[in-house]
């Protein structure tokens, strides 16, 4: 029921973006957000010349930066490993892959509003975000797969697929729930049962 619920508020939140969206002069074109000439012409005019963009850097920010953009070596390690991970080993487990597209987006450096500074940002920050969300989510599927028990203490970091894992302490068919977290986060395809554990052991 969370579930659903959660869902029907994503569903609810991504159609008002679509109108704000089209509200903005803004159109889908085979899965390409476009803006008519004239919205563009008027975003180009907003967009802030890079030496007053330049004049507003404080010092700290540019002496960070290098070690900003030193983590987007972990970020490509990250997107590599997780990736081989999927391949290698949700087939065997019956998980259906991720899409990675679905989480890693970078398409903000389209705006015409963006100086080519701003533009570098905001593809650094798409592809970081993205793969983390992209990392979740595969770790997420591992864990209904291999783990779905909540945590006995509140855990702000639940994804999608925590609200359906047992409770901490519910021995009750612990076994057979199992095979069922099993069975729902691969479709079906192949819910292979776990180890048999005897929960009356002191």
């Known amino acids: 029921m969370l579930r659903s619920h959660a869902r029907e508020t ?4 991504e159609a008002e973006y679509e109108r704000r969206i089209e509200a903005l002069g803004g159109r889908w074109e085979r899965g390409r957000l476009i803006f008519d000439a004239e919205v563009r012409r008027r975003q180009r005019r907003a967009r802030q010349a890079f030496a007053e963009y330049v004049r507003g850097i404080k010092p700290l920010n540019v002496i960070t930066a290098p070690v ?6 972990a970020f ?14 949700f087939p065997v487990y019956g998980i259906p892959k991720v899409r990675r597209r679905d989480h890693v987006k970078v398409d903000r450096h389209r705006l015409p509003y963006l100086n080519w500074v701003q533009k570098v940002n905001c593809v650094y920050c798409g592809y970081g975000n993205g793969v983390i969300a992209y990392a979740r989510e595969i770790a997420a599927r591992t864990e209904a ?4 028990i909540k945590h006995a203490e509140r855990w702000d970091g639940a994804h999608d697929h925590y609200a359906g894992f047992m409770d901490y302490g519910d021995e009750r068919d612990f076994v057979s729930r199992w095979a069922d977290s099993r069975s729902q986060i691969t479709g079906g395809k192949r819910a292979d049962r776990p180890v048999r554990v005897d929960v009356n052991q002191d």
């Open 10 to 13: 994503r569903e609810a939140l």
């Open 68 to 73: 900003i953009y030193s983590v987007l070596i």
């Open 76 to 89: 490509v390690v990250m997107d590599l490993f997780v990736t081989v991970y999927m391949h290698v080993c």
């Open 145 to 148: 797969y291999w783990c779905p």
